[in-house]
Every structure is written in structure tokens, then in C-alpha cells.
């Protein structure tokens, strides 16, 4: 009877949300993507889906509505999974074929028949719960309102809206509520402050001095991220100024994306400059490693170098990472790994250490710490209390803990990307022009092209060799043959049907990366 209900239900409420015609989606890394016009039924179908992931997974699960850096008038549905992170890749065929059926009936048979596949528990027997979020773009509304009928589609199924949010903030409330945590926005907020004052308040005071930079600018990209850190601002001392002319030359700067999961820094060199000094991905990864690893060597200082090292610490990155980055933590003897482009890849290949740091040279990245390394962490900081509080060493596991609770382990979060960058440099003594100078970033290019189709391109060997089309390969091999300095790939959008290209020089006398995917 539960089931015939729940068919009834899912076939009245899909047919007031027609598919539009002319128009294909497909779920990629930023989830569904289009024209914000455009994008009801499909928005409604992710509500579908949603529900039914959180059926599956008897957990909650996180749907949130932004296209991030793309124009005002685009928007975009991606789902997050219980552990805060990306919906996984086998759910992406369904998310897919939901998207584009012609019709109620035929969405009707693609949930039955998927339901019976995955064994999910249909027709009101288990609940079902799909925390909402949103950025700030004119369409999010309306498209949120059909999120909330798709789930309503699903019996037992509810929908929370947390409101307003940045990308990260919603994925690190799901993570949150599902660890049994409390997981509102004020909750997130009130973490990363304390967190941040704890890493501020054991800065040494020897490296506290009246030279350091006590400005940040932060371009918030016309995004959400702009308004929640206006928020976090409030409950911190450090004051953010809103924009600066030119007499900020030399000044701290950042800047976040729309959704405010991507952080880059820069600085203008000099009043005369045209141009900005970037401090990417790859030296924000380089940055936390620093730290990390001489908080590890402060706090088993004491350990046989002869036994296996008591925490793995790895780093993982990408072909599209500069070279000069990947040479500098190698020097620093950081056990450096490559995955292709995405961060569903990059994210579970750290999450195999104890300690993982991640990041893209476009700024999307953070730091896991395995539940195991935690729990020893707070064990062994509860003995250094007792014996030897205010040592360095138990500093330094204070210094770890409070890292591990700053950065936002579901996923990128430019928020507190931010603070912990902020709060390293502190400790360090670093100006932003002394962070610039850990190593000097090998010259490279990065240009997209247009195209039809960007599934037509397929790469293997971590995105650095194209398989498909046929003898694309071929041709960019001969013309790279013509530079012996230089090395060029390609790889398809995640996104936009677009191919990148990726031309960078090689590094001289060492090991070329290409040879260590």
C-alpha cells in the first residue's frame, strides 16, 4: 500500500516539473550546471535524488544550489554525502538519466527500478532527511523551492533549509550532524573562531613583532563568501579591511570564489605594476606543510629514528601543480603522490595518511586527519598536560588539534583556508612576500579551448596522456618534441565544454613530475 502511495505521489508531483526541451545535463564535478532559467525540473529530480541517497545511506545528506564562479544568471545542484564530501561517482549514471527523463512516467521507472537495484527502502519505511543551502543569486529561490517538492516527492522524506551559505559550510554541516555533532551556522562559525584564537594564542612570542603585516584584504568575488565572512569577522579581533587603492601596495590580499571554496592570495608588487605576485594552490599546500611538519617534529622529537615514523604525513597533488612546488616538498622529505584533476580523487587518496594535504594550483584544497591520528593526538596531548603543560611539545599537539578543528576537513573552504594561512604566517613570522619566496614558480601557461564536447577527450596517466581521440597524443607530443624544455597536456572541463591546456618548463637535472604519476 506504502509503495502504490509513494508511486501516486512521486508521478503527480514530477508532472509539474517538466523537462524543458533541447536541453541535455549531465552530473559532473560542480554537480548539475546551467542557466538558471533552465533549471527547475532538473533541481526538482536533484531533490529526488537526494532523498533517495539519504534512504540508501539511513544518514543525512546535503543539497546546495550555487554555480560557484560562473555568470549571475547561471546556477547549479550538487549533492553532498554523509561524510560532507562529494556524491559518490557510481550515483552519477542515476543522477543523469533522472535528469533527463522525457517524462514523469518515464522518471517513475527510473526511481523503481533503481530503488529495487540499490535496495533502497521505499514507500515511507525509513525517513529520510536533505539539508538545504543556497548562494545569493536571484535564481537560488525559486530553484530551492523545487528542490524542496522533489524531496517532499519521497515519503518520509524532510527537508531542512539551513539558509543562506557558502558551499563549504554546508558540507561541513552534514559531516557535522552526522558525527552526531551540532551543525548550524553559527555552530561553524563559532569553530573556526576558537579554533583560530587558540592557534593565535600560542604563536611564540619571540616571533611576535611590530614588523609583521597587520592588514588582509579579501575579495569576496561578488559571492556569498563575502557576506559570511563579514559574519566571522564580528566574533574575531582581527579586522578585515573591505578594499584598498594604491596605497596598498605590498599589502596581504586574498581572494575566494563565488562560493567561496576556492582561496588564492596575491600582492601588488609596486605602485608602477601592472600585474599581481599570485600565491596559489601549490604555495598554500606548501605553506600548511611547513607547519605541520615542524609541529610533528616539535611533538616526536623524542621517537626512534630508527622504528617507523609515528604519523605519516602525505601530499597530494595534481599534473597541473607547479613543478618548482613539487620539487620544494621533496626537499623537505614530504612523501608527494599525484591523482587526475578533481577533488573526489584527490580527497580519497588523503585520506589514506594520518595526515593528508590537498590542493589544486586554483586554490580548492584543505587537510584530513584520520580519526586513529586524532584520537592518539588527544591522548598524548592529555599526558603532556599532566607532565610537562606549556612545553613545546605540548604546544605543538595543541597547535595540530586546533588545525584539525580550524580547516574544514569535508571539503575546500576558503573561510577557513583563510584563518589557518593567517594564523601560520603569525606563527612563523612570514611576511606574505617571505611566503612568496619558498621557491620560485617554473614558468607555465594555462589557456582553455572551446569545444563542442568535452567528454570527445579522454586522458589517462593521471590527465598528463590523451587516449582519445586517436592521434591527438601523437600531435601534441611532436610539438612538444620541438621545445626539450618544455612539457604539454591537455584535460577536459570538469564544468564547461572547454579542453585546458597546460604548457609548463621543465625542471632541469631533477626528476621530471610526469615520470612520478
Known amino acids: 500500500m506504502g509503495e502504490e502511495k509513494q508511486r501516486s505521489l512521486l508521478l503527480d508531483s514530477a508532472s509539474r516539473f517538466p523537462l524543458p526541451h533541447g536541453v541535455r545535463f549531465s552530473y559532473g564535478t560542480a554537480g548539475f550546471r546551467s542557466e538558471g532559467s533552465i533549471l ?14 539519504s534512504l540508501k545511506t539511513g544518514s543525512a545528506i546535503g543539497l546546495t544550489i550555487t554555480a560557484s564562479h560562473n555568470p549571475v544568471s547561471d546556477n547549479g545542484v550538487k549533492i553532498a554525502d554523509p561524510d560532507g564530501g562529494m556524491m559518490v561517482q557510481r550515483w552519477e549514471p542515476f543522477a543523469d538519466a533522472l535528469a533527463n527523463a522525457p517524462d514523469s512516467e518515464h522518471l517513475l521507472q527510473l526511481v523503481v527500478q533503481f530503488v529495487e537495484e ?52 554546508l558540507h561541513w554541516m552534514v559531516r557535522s550532524r552526522n558525527k552526531g555533532m551540532e551543525a548550524s551556522e553559527s555552530d561553524y562559525l563559532a569553530q573556526l573562531s576558537k579554533s583560530f584564537r587558540c592557534l593565535m594564542n600560542l604563536v611564540p612570542r619571540e616571533r611576535i613583532t611590530d614588523s609583521l603585516d597587520t592588514e588582509l584584504v579579501v575579495d569576496g568575488a561578488n559571492g556569498v563568501g563575502g557576506d559570511k565572512l563579514e559574519q566571522l569577522k564580528k566574533m574575531k579581533e582581527k579586522v578585515v579591511p573591505s578594499g584598498f587603492g594604491p596605497e596598498g601596495v605590498g599589502i596581504r590580499c586574498a581572494s575566494l570564489d563565488g562560493d567561496a571554496d576556492r582561496l588564492v592570495y596575491f600582492l601588488i608588487p609596486s605602485a608602477s605594476s601592472i600585474n599581481i605576485d599570485l600565491i596559489d594552490g601549490d604555495k598554500i599546500l606548501s605553506l600548511f606543510a611547513v607547519f605541520i611538519k615542524e609541529q610533528l617534529d616539535v611533538l616526536y622529537k623524542d621517537s626512534d629514528s630508527n622504528n617507523k615514523p609515528p604519523v605519516r604525513l602525505g601530499i597530494v597533488q595534481t599534473a597541473y601543480a607547479n613543478g618548482a612546488s613539487t620539487a620544494y616538498l621533496k626537499r623537505l622529505g614530504l612523501e608527494v603522490v ?108 594555462q589557456l582553455k579551448v572551446k569545444v563542442a564536447d568535452r567528454n570527445a577527450v579522454v586522458t589517462a596517466s593521471a590527465e598528463t596522456q590523451v587516449v582519445s581521440p586517436s592521434g591527438l597524443q601523437e600531435l601534441i607530443d611532436a610539438e612538444s618534441g620541438k621545445h626539450p624544455l618544455g612539457r604539454c597536456f591537455i584535460r577536459p572541463s570538469g564544468t564547461e565544454d572547454i579542453i585546458r591546456v597546460k604548457l609548463q618548463e621543465r625542471l632541469q637535472g631533477k626528476q621530471k613530475p610526469e615520470q612520478e604519476l
Open 40 to 53: 527547475v525540473s532538473t533541481v526538482y529530480r536533484a531533490g529526488v535524488l537526494a532523498a533517495l541517497r
Open 118 to 169: 540499490e535496495n533502497i527502502p521505499f514507500g515511507g519505511v525509513q525517513s529520510a532527511e536533505v539539508l538545504l543551502g543556497r548562494d545569493t543569486r536571484p535564481s537560488g529561490e525559486a530553484l530551492l523551492e523545487a528542490a524542496k517538492h522533489g524531496i517532499n516527492a519521497i515519503i518520509g522524506a524532510v527537508a531542512i533549509d539551513m539558509g543562506v551559505l557558502t558551499t563549504p559550510q
Open 338 to 445: 599525484f591523482t587526475p584533476t578533481g577533488v573526489k580523487y584527490l580527497h580519497k587518496k588523503a585520506a589514506e595518511y594520518d595526515i593528508g594535504i590537498y590542493f589544486e594550483a586554483n586554490g580548492h584544497g584543505t587537510v584530513l586527519f584520520s580519526e586513529n591520528f586524532l584520537s592518539g593526538l588527544e591522548c598524548r596531548s592529555n599526558e603532556l598536560a599532566s607532565a610537562s603543560s606549556g612545553s613545546e611539545q605540548h604546544k605543538a599537539a595543541l597547535r595540530l588539534l586546533a588545525v584539525s578543528q580550524l580547516i574544514n576537513q569535508a571539503v575546500g573552504d576558503a573561510l577557513s583556508g583563510l584563518l589557518l594561512v593567517e594564523a601560520i604566517l603569525q606563527h612563523m613570522g612570514w611576511s606574505i612576500r617571505r611566503w612568496n619566496e619558498l621557491y620560485q614558480d617554473l614558468p607555465s601557461r
